[in-house]
Nanobody
Framework: QVQLVESGGGLVQAGGSLRLSCAAS????????MAWFRQAPGKEREFVTA????????LYRDSVKGRFTMSRDNAKSTVYLQMNSLKPTDTAVYYC??????????????????WGQGTQVTVSS
């Protein structure tokens, strides 16, 4: 079965950096659009970024543009989220998601049937 395992979360001061990883198994990774979502306490899960199957295109929510970079290594079945200039408002559980049927990149949670367990990112002020 499909498994997505996130890692790399932690506690960091504002202005710092973290790199999240999501290792996938049980799927033909290069056939999947991959995305990162996040959920802060008391808030709904929200889209952060997505990447195409070939790594040729990415999509970011406005609040992370210029600070976050998503990439993928199809040979390692892994996606990454490099997060720089972190802010306390970035504090959330970050989830990796995968979708095989998308024609393009989607910000819609319902378009992603596969999810990891999440990794906590806490940014202190």
């Amino acid at each position: 079965q499909v498994q997505l395992v996130e890692s790399g979360g932690g506690l960091v001061q504002a202005g710092g950096s973290l790199r999240l990883s999501c290792a996938a198994s049980g799927l033909t990774f290069s056939n999947y659009v991959m995305a990162w979502f996040r959920q802060a306490p008391g808030k709904e899960r929200e889209f952060v970024t997505a990447i195409s199957r070939s790594d040729s295109s990415t999509l970011y929510r406005d609040s992370v543009k210029g600070r976050f970079t998503m990439s993928r290594d199809n040979a390692k079945s892994t996606v990454y989220l490099q997060m720089n200039s972190l802010k306390p408002t970035d504090t959330a559980v970050y989830y990796c998601a995968a979708a095989a049927r998308l024609l393009g990149l989607s910000v819609n949670i319902r378009d992603y049937p596969y999810w990891g367990q999440g990794t906590q990112v806490t940014v202190s002020s």
